[in-house]
């Protein structure tokens, strides 16, 4: 049996890496989730980085480049966080430039440590799901967070996979934020948007105007991409 | 209105960390349930360092010594962190040092941030509760956790005492540790021994034959102490 576990921050992470370990990164609202879309649309790439200076400096080469800080675009950036952004026909078969917040630092956290770096949101939840269980190897969940602390989305959504992990019969959890995450997610999972109503990261978005990403970012397995981190390059 | 926050690590606790804020420390299995009990059998002080080395140079001054790590008692030792071990008529009047894997460093990384520092378990939850309300501050209840990982029995101890402070009608929350809590405390109220069955560190303490210790820790409101950190010594 393998081993599924959930790391609440970053900052936690040393305590949770193994190099053989599949690593599962997640920011749901909203750079995982943007991802996977930009794959669904078509994305031929798309490469994390965790500074401003180095998106410039790709997009200096000709990258389509993506940036977001404290939930708004970066000045001069095509793109923001908003999966919604990704959705147009000129992203299909271009490389991306991203940088986020927490979620790109939080996978370039994560490949300091781990061979195997793949991105989830609820958007191709199942399809994750599935290509998880076929790895036969122990998996753990990053959470980003909102800077470097724990936030309710990201477990939430640690919770959903988790009890696909173990309803496979693969998977063990002996991992106290594991079955936390997993009290989460039975608490929410009838009404998501609802549960998540007094989220910390849910107001701050409410408050840029931006509940239309936000009920995007929940709904799930609109698309069975899952983006994995190769060299540096996130790709199908 | 004060706020309520949770922090689910020491690791984490930079974030949370300000001078005018009461810092709960709570390490439930068993460090802090142990302090209490000292104070309820009468010690003056409990003086909490972070090494064996720092504990023995206090015990060679004569000072009654604790020392646990990875839950057993530090060879030459008088206690560990059974609180049993403190329900003597020797510690009556006497100062104890005491170092622990988990609780006693985070009680040091608290104050290294915050002047007022208050020691939480369920055997004093109700007068930690009392007097918290009465301090009319903000508040970080601050989980010692595993090694720096979360743990299960101190979310659940950080969910009962917040949903004390909510009722109190004195504190908000708009944390998502403190939420998240709140749930492992709902989901676990019933019956927290059971709940608890499947956590990682009481499955440890199981293998270590201390189930007497974990039924112990869990029992509520057996005392009215309150230990206070006062120029590095826990004092009533």
Same mark, same amino acid.
């Given at each position: 049996m393998n081993k599924v576990e959930v790391c609440f921050s970053p900052t936690l992470f040393q305590h949770f890496a193994r190099k053989d370990t599949v690593v599962v990164v997640v920011d749901i609202f909203r750079a995982t989730s943007a991802i996977v879309t930009a794959f669904q649309y078509g994305a031929k790439a798309v490469i994390p980085v965790s500074t401003i200076k180095e998106a410039r400096e790709f997009q200096a080469k000709g990258f389509l480049a993506g940036g977001e800080r404290n939930g708004e675009v970066v000045d %001069? +950036?095509? +793109? %923001? /966080?908003?999966? +919604?952004?990704?959705? /147009?026909?000129?992203?299909?078969g271009r490389e991306i430039v991203l940088t986020t917040t927490n979620g790109t630092r939080a996978i370039n956290i994560a490949a300091k440590h781990s061979d195997s770096i793949v991105i989830g949101s609820f958007l191709n939840l199942g399809a994750l799901a599935r290509w998880t269980v076929l790895q036969d190897r122990d998996v753990v969940i990053l959470c980003a967070g909102w800077k470097d602390r724990f936030n309710m989305e990201d477990s939430l959504f640690a919770g959903a996979l988790t009890n696909l992990l173990l309803i496979s019969g693969k998977f063990i959890s002996d991992c106290d934020s594991a079955n936390a995450s997993c009290l989460v997610y039975r608490s929410a999972r009838r009404n998501p948007l609802r549960f998540l109503s007094s989220c910390s990261h849910r107001k701050r978005l409410a408050h840029l105007h931006l509940e239309k990403d936000v009920e995007y970012c929940l709904r799930? !397995?609109?698309? !069975?991409a899952v983006p994995l981190l190769k060299e540096g390059r996130l790709v199908l």
């Open positions: %001069g +950036f095509a +793109f %923001g /966080n908003s999966p +919604f952004s990704y959705m /147009n026909g000129g992203i299909a799930t !397995d609109l698309t !069975d």
